[in-house]
């Protein structure tokens, strides 16, 4: 079954504790991105990948990294967390490496709670 | 630059009420439009999209949407709302050749029986 799979579901954590929300997609997809999704504001964009080892920041960066070694993966990495980070979070692939002309695969999500 | 906005937060409708939930663009190139919707606990899922083909999109589970350029809109709609329709939709642009997809602020519908 074609799917984006994330791990954790949820997580509760304290400030300052670094953690890794895992992303895998087994559909051979170029194009990989990363959204918090906030009351009010919708799903934005914190990072994207076109490739293997091609990342870029999207519209909120600030306190997260990413890395793309391989295809089929894309963690987001949170290295001290805070309070603001806390909220939930999705994955998402597309088979278009510019990713704008083919829809979005979503995870389920990953909802953070940072204390 | 692209934009969207989905006016509205909440849409309260009748079962059996005509469904429709408002988007508007804003992009300096031909835009590509997408709604999706999201059950609780899950992620989004692609309910249509508009490529430039068809300006009315069909899409699954009875929803449809049309592209009107004159007033920048891709309003989505439902001839008859079922409970299950109960969900939070966005309304999402992108351009071509550009890797950044901008989603609206989400519209929650909510069904009454």
């Known amino acids: 079954e074609a799917q984006v799979t994330q791990n954790p579901r949820y997580l509760i954590t304290v400030t300052g504790k670094k953690l890794t929300v895992t992303c895998s997609q087994n559909m051979n997809h170029e194009y990989m991105s990363w959204y918090r999704q906030d009351p009010g504001l919708g799903l934005r964009q914190i990072y994207y990948?076109?490739?293997?080892?091609?990342?870029d920041k999207g519209d909120v960066p600030e306190g997260y990294k990413v890395s793309r070694k391989e295809k089929r993966n894309f963690p987001l990495i949170l290295e001290s967390p805070s309070p603001n980070q806390t909220s939930l979070y999705f994955c998402?692939?597309?088979?278009?490496?510019?990713?704008?002309?083919?829809?979005?695969?979503f995870g389920d999500g990953t909802r953070l709670s940072i204390l | 630059a692209q934009s969207v906005t989905q006016l509205g937060s909440h849409v309260s409708v009748s079962e059996g009420a005509l469904v429709l939930l408002r988007c508007n663009y804003s992009?300096?190139?031909?835009?590509?439009l997408f709604w999706y919707v999201q059950y609780p606990n899950q992620g989004l899922q692609l309910l249509l999209k508009y490529t430039s083909a068809a300006t009315l999109v069909k899409g699954i589970n009875g929803f449809e949407a049309e592209f009107k350029k004159s007033e920048t809109s891709f309003h989505l709609t439902k001839p008859s709302a079922h409970m299950s329709d109960a969900a939070e939709y966005f309304c999402?642009?992108?351009?071509?050749?550009?890797?950044?997809?901008?989603f609206g602020t989400g519209t929650k519908l909510q069904v009454i029986p």
């Open positions: 998402a692939s597309s088979p278009e490496r510019l990713g704008g002309y083919q829809p979005q695969h």
């Open positions: 992009s300096s190139v031909p835009p590509y």
């Open positions: 999402a642009v992108s351009v071509r050749g550009y890797q950044k997809v901008t």
């Open positions: 990948s076109m490739n293997v080892e091609v990342t």
